[in-house]
C-alpha cells in the first residue's frame, strides 16, 4: 500500500492542475445535481417492525385520514390568568380574543378558518368537552388552545415561523400588567435548523490558532481548515443530491458536518506534518509529497477504514433515520480520506514553496548528543516510562470511577417536558401538568379494529369493553373512545358504529415517567387476552409508545453493533500493527473511555453536576451513536500514534526507544488533532437542540479521555509493559494476514528510484529559511 500511495503522492503533485481541476469539475457536477434534482429532506420516523409501527400500519387502513404522529404541526397554546383569578373573567377573556385574532396572521397558516377548529377560546370549547379532554383547568384560572401550521409535516416548518410565534405569544403576555401568561408547545414548535453557524465558526476559530501554533506558518494552518471545509461542503451537496432518489432526514446532514469537520482538518493536518518533516531529509519536494502520503497516508486510509466501519455499521441497528446519518457521515468521512490523499499533495505542488511561507513565530529545536529531538513528545515518552504500572492503575481507576453513573442512566427521547426551564415548550408543559396531570402530554393510542365483529351493537360493546380494561389498569387517568370510523351524515352525527375505533389513555405520570412505559408494557401484556375476549384485534401507538419501542430497539442491537464493529476493527489494527496484543489493548482501551464517556454525560445532563445544564434523561440514541463514534475516532490516534512507533520498530529500535521515538515524531501532531476536535465537538454545544448539545458534549469529553488519557498514556504505559511481546503475532497467523505495509518499510530513502532526485529541480535554495525547525 505504502508504494501505492507514494505513487498516488507524487503523481498529484506533479499534475497538480488535473487533481485539482477534477476535484472542482467533480464538486460542480455533484453540485448541479442537487440543485436541479434535489428534493426537501424529509423527516420520516418509520421503523419496520416494532409493534407500535404495526398499531399505526392497523389505524392507518382504519382511518386513512389520519396523519403520522411524526408529521403533526400542532402547536398548544397554553394560556393562564394569575392566581385566584380566572380566565372567564373579562380582561383575560378580551387577551384570549385579541390573541386569537392574531395567530392566523403568523407565516404558514392557512387562510381557511375551518382548517384550525381548536382555535376556541377555552371557556367556550370546555362547555361541550368530555371532562377527560377539557380545556380548561377545574379552577378556571388555565386553558388550552390549539392550531396546525399550514405544512404537510413538521420538517416543511422554518424556524423563522417559530421565531415569529414566539415573539407573538411573548407580546400577548401580560400586555397590560394583568399578569396574563401565554406559553405554547408541541410538536409544531420544534423546527429544525440544519447544521451551520456559531457552532462550526468556533471549531474553525481554535483549529486555525492550533494550526498556527503547531506549523507557524499561516499557509500551513489555513491547508487542512480549506479542504476540510471543502470536504465537508461536497458531503454535504451529496446528501441534496441524494435526495433525488430517496428521502433523507433533516437531522442527517448533522452528524456528517460534525465529523466531517472534524477527520477533515485531522487527516490533512497528518499527512501535512509528515510532509514538512521529510523536507529535512530530501530536497525534492515531489518525493517528500509521496513519502508522506505514503506512509502517514497509509495511517490516514485505515484510520479512516474505522470510522467508516462504525458509522457504516449503524445499518445494524435497523432505524432507517439513524442508518442514513450513519451512511452519510461515512460518505463525507470518505471524500475527506480523498480529499487528504489526492487533493492536499495537488495543492502542495500548486504551492512548492511557498507551502510554509508566511511564518508567525519560530521553534528552537534542543537535539541530543545523537542529533535526534528533544521535544515535549520526548519527554512525555520517557516520564511514562519511569513508572508505567502506576500509570495504568491510575488511569483505569480514575475512568473506572468516572463511569459509575452509568448505573443510574436513563435512556429516553427528548420532551416538551424536558426542555430547558426557560423555553416556551417547558413552561407549557409545566403548565399543562399543574392543571391537568402530567399524562395529559404523554397519552398513548389504543387501535380497535372490530371488522371481525359483524354486529353493530356488538361492536359498541367491544370497543366500551376494550376502553374499561384499559381504564383499569394502574397509572391511568381515563380512557375513553375518542373517534370511531364511521361515517359522518349530514347532520354532523356518525351514522352507525364504525368498524374502527381509538381510545386513548391518559396515564397520571408524564411521557418521560418509567410508570408511563410501565403501563405501556402491562397494555401489551394483556393484549392477548381482550383480543379473545372481545374478538377484536388491539395494537398501542402514539409518540410515547414509538420512541418507547426505538429505544427497545436500539438496546437490543446494542451487542451486535459493538460485537460487528469491534471484531472487525479488530482485524483491521491486526492487518495494520502485525500483532494480536496491540489491537486487544486498543480495544481495552475503547471501552474504558467510552464507559467513562457515558458516566459522565449521565452525571452532566442527567444529573445535572456542575450546574451546566439541567437534568434530563439522555436520548435512546446516544449509546449506540456514542460507541460507534468513539470506537472510529479513538481508532484514529491509535492508528496515527501507534504506527510511528511500529516504524520506529520495524526500523530496528527496541519497543522502549520506539515508544519515545513515536512520541517524538508524532506526539505534536495528535495533540493537536485532538485539540482541534474538541474544540469541533464543544462548539455544538452552544446549539439550541438538546440532543445536539448533549453529543456534542459527549463527543468532546470521549476525544479528552481517548486521545489524551488513553492514547496518550495508558496505551504507551502497556507498551513498556508489554515489551517486545506487544508485537508478537503467531506464525501462521503472519502468512494470512496481507502485509500492507503501513510503516512504509519499502519506501527506505535508498530504496526509491535513483532518478528521484531529478523528479522535481525547483525546490527552494533557501528551504531552512520557508521551513520552520521540525520539533515533532
Known amino acids: 500500500m505504502a508504494r501505492m500511495l507514494y505513487r498516488l503522492g507524487t503523481t498529484a503533485f506533479r499534475r497538480w492542475p488535473l487533481f485539482i481541476a477534477g476535484w472542482l469539475l467533480f464538486a460542480v457536477a455533484l453540485g448541479s445535481i442537487a440543485a436541479g434534482f434535489g428534493k426537501p429532506m424529509v423527516d420520516s420516523f418509520s421503523i419496520p417492525g416494532i409493534p407500535s409501527e404495526k398499531a399505526?400500519?392497523?389505524?392507518?387502513?382504519?382511518?386513512?385520514?389520519?396523519?403520522?404522529?411524526?408529521?403533526?404541526?400542532?402547536?398548544?397554546?397554553?394560556?393562564?390568568?394569575?392566581?385566584?383569578?380566572?380566565?372567564?373573567?373579562?380582561?383575560?377573556?378580551?387577551?384570549?380574543?385579541?390573541?386569537?385574532?392574531?395567530?392566523?396572521?403568523?407565516?404558514?397558516?392557512?387562510?381557511?378558518?375551518?382548517?384550525?377548529?381548536?382555535?376556541?377560546?377555552?371557556?367556550?370549547?370546555?362547555?361541550?368537552?368530555?371532562?377527560?379532554?377539557?380545556?380548561?383547568?377545574?379552577?378556571?384560572?388555565?386553558?388550552?388552545?390549539?392550531?396546525?401550521?399550514?405544512?404537510?409535516?413538521?420538517?416543511?416548518?422554518?424556524?423563522?415561523?417559530?421565531?415569529?410565534?414566539?415573539?407573538?405569544?411573548?407580546?400577548?403576555?401580560?400586555?397590560?400588567?394583568?399578569?396574563?401568561?401565554?406559553?405554547?408547545?408541541?410538536?409544531?414548535?420544534?423546527?429544525?435548523?440544519?447544521?451551520?453557524?456559531?457552532?462550526?465558526?468556533?471549531?474553525?476559530?481554535?483549529?486555525?490558532?492550533?494550526?498556527?501554533?503547531?506549523?507557524?506558518?499561516?499557509?500551513?494552518?489555513?491547508?487542512?481548515?480549506?479542504?476540510?471545509?471543502?470536504?465537508?461542503?461536497?458531503?454535504?451537496?451529496?446528501?441534496?443530491?441524494?435526495?433525488?432518489?430517496?428521502?433523507?432526514?433533516?437531522?442527517?446532514?448533522?452528524?456528517?458536518?460534525?465529523?466531517?469537520?472534524?477527520?477533515?482538518?485531522?487527516?490533512?493536518?497528518?499527512?501535512?506534518?509528515?510532509?514538512?518533516?521529510?523536507?529535512?531529509?530530501?530536497?525534492?519536494?515531489?518525493?517528500?509529497?509521496?513519502?508522506?502520503?505514503?506512509?502517514?497516508?497509509?495511517?490516514?486510509v485505515f484510520a479512516g477504514l474505522t470510522v467508516l466501519i462504525a458509522l457504516s455499521a449503524l445499518a445494524i441497528v435497523r432505524i432507517p433515520f439513524l442508518t442514513a446519518m450513519g451512511l452519510a457521515a461515512a460518505a463525507t468521512v470518505l471524500i475527506a480520506v480523498l480529499v487528504a490523499l489526492t487533493l492536499l499533495p495537488a495543492i502542495l505542488g500548486m504551492l512548492k514553496s511557498w507551502t510554509f511561507r508566511g511564518r508567525v513565530r519560530r521553534e528552537r529545536v534542543k537535539r541530543d548528543e545523537q542529533g535526534l529531538v528533544i521535544n515535549n513528545g520526548v519527554r512525555w515518552g520517557r516520564f511514562i516510562g519511569r513508572a508505567p504500572l502506576a500509570v495504568v492503575v491510575l488511569i483505569v481507576i480514575g475512568l473506572g470511577v468516572l463511569a459509575v453513573p452509568i448505573k443510574d442512566m436513563y435512556l429516553a427521547f427528548p420532551t416538551d417536558s424536558t426542555a430547558p426551564t426557560d423555553t416556551t415548550r417547558r413552561q407549557a408543559s409545566d403548565l399543562i401538568s399543574e392543571a391537568f396531570g402530567p399524562g395529559r402530554e404523554g397519552p398513548l393510542m389504543i387501535v380497535v379494529d372490530g371488522r371481525d365483529i359483524a354486529d353493530d351493537d356488538a361492536r359498541q360493546a367491544a370497543f366500551d369493553d376494550v376502553a374499561t380494561w384499559a381504564a383499569g389498569m394502574d397509572d391511568v387517568k381515563d380512557a375513553s373512545v375518542v373517534v370511531t370510523n364511521a361515517p359522518i351524515g349530514k347532520d354532523g352525527a356518525p351514522e352507525g358504529v364504525g368498524t374502527g375505533a381509538m381510545i386513548q389513555v391518559t396515564p397520571e405520570s408524564g411521557p418521560d415517567d418509567p410508570k408511563t412505559l410501565d403501563l405501556l408494557e402491562a397494555l401489551r401484556d394483556g393484549q392477548a387476552d381482550i383480543d379473545a375476549a372481545t374478538g377484536t384485534t388491539t395494537g398501542v401507538t402514539g409518540l410515547t409508545a414509538i420512541t418507547t419501542d426505538v429505544s427497545d430497539r436500539l438496546s437490543g442491537a446494542l451487542p451486535l453493533y459493538l460485537f460487528v464493529v469491534v471484531g472487525l476493527a479488530f482485524l483491521l489494527l491486526m492487518i495494520v500493527f502485525r500483532s494480536i496484543l496491540v489491537p486487544l489493548i486498543a480495544t481495552l482501551g475503547f471501552l474504558l473511555s467510552v464507559l467513562a464517556t457515558l458516566g459522565a454525560t449521565v452525571a452532566v445532563f442527567q444529573e445535572g453536576a456542575l450546574g451546566i445544564f439541567e437534568g434530563q434523561p439522555i436520548v435512546s440514541f446516544m449509546p449506540v451513536f456514542l460507541i460507534g463514534m468513539v470506537f472510529g475516532l479513538a481508532m484514529d490516534y491509535q492508528v496515527f500514534l501507534v504506527t510511528r512507533m511500529r516504524e520506529a520498530h520495524v526500523h530496528g529500535l527496541s519497543t522502549r526507544d520506539a515508544v519515545v521515538d513515536g512520541f517524538r515524531n508524532s506526539a505534536r501532531v495528535v495533540v493537536a488533532a485532538a485539540t482541534i476536535m474538541i474544540a469541533v465537538f464543544s462548539g455544538f454545544m452552544l446549539e439550541d437542540d438538546v440532543v445536539v448539545k448533549s453529543m456534542g458534549f459527549a463527543l468532546a469529553a470521549s476525544i479528552i479521555f481517548d486521545a489524551f488519557v488513553v492514547r496518550m498514556a495508558l496505551i504507551p504505559a502497556l507498551l513498556y509493559l508489554l515489551g517486545e511481546k506487544a508485537w508478537w503475532l503467531p506464525t501462521w497467523l503472519d502468512r494470512i494476514l496481507p502485509n500492507v505495509d503501513v510503516e512504509g518499510a519499502s519506501l527506505e530513502r535508498d530504496s526509491i528510484p535513483s532518478n528521484a532526485a531529478d523528479l522535481d529541480s525547483d525546490r527552494d535554495d533557501d528551504l531552512d529559511k520557508e521551513l520552520t525547525p521540525a520539533g515533532a
Open 56 to 300: 399505526a400500519d392497523l389505524q392507518q387502513e382504519l382511518f386513512p385520514e389520519a396523519g403520522d404522529a411524526f408529521d403533526d404541526a400542532t402547536v398548544n397554546v397554553v394560556v393562564a390568568a394569575p392566581e385566584g383569578h380566572t380566565l372567564a373573567e373579562k380582561k383575560y377573556a378580551d387577551d384570549i380574543a385579541d390573541l386569537i385574532a392574531a395567530i392566523p396572521s403568523l407565516p404558514q397558516m392557512s387562510d381557511d378558518p375551518a382548517a384550525n377548529p381548536g382555535l376556541v377560546d377555552p371557556n367556550v370549547a370546555a362547555a361541550n368537552a368530555p371532562p377527560a379532554f377539557t380545556p380548561l383547568s377545574k379552577d378556571g384560572r388555565i386553558g388550552t388552545l390549539s392550531f396546525s401550521w399550514d405544512v404537510e409535516t413538521v420538517a416543511d416548518l422554518k424556524p423563522t415561523t417559530v421565531a415569529d410565534a414566539e415573539k407573538l405569544f411573548a407580546d400577548h403576555s401580560d400586555t397590560n400588567g394583568d399578569g396574563f401568561v401565554v406559553e405554547a408547545n408541541g410538536p409544531g414548535m420544534q423546527a429544525m435548523s440544519g447544521p451551520g453557524g456559531t457552532s462550526e465558526l468556533i471549531g474553525i476559530g481554535v483549529a486555525l490558532i492550533v494550526l498556527l501554533l503547531t506549523f507557524g506558518s499561516a499557509i500551513a494552518a489555513g491547508m487542512p481548515i480549506i479542504t476540510a471545509m471543502f470536504g465537508v461542503g461536497l458531503g454535504m451537496t451529496g446528501i441534496t443530491a441524494m435526495t433525488a432518489f430517496t428521502d433523507i432526514g433533516t437531522s442527517t446532514p448533522m452528524l456528517a458536518t460534525m465529523i466531517g469537520l472534524a477527520v477533515g482538518i485531522d487527516y490533512t493536518l497528518f499527512i501535512l506534518a509528515r510532509y514538512r518533516a521529510e523536507l529535512h531529509h530530501t530536497e525534492d519536494r515531489r518525493h517528500a509529497a509521496g513519502i508522506a502520503v505514503g506512509t502517514a497516508g497509509s495511517a490516514v
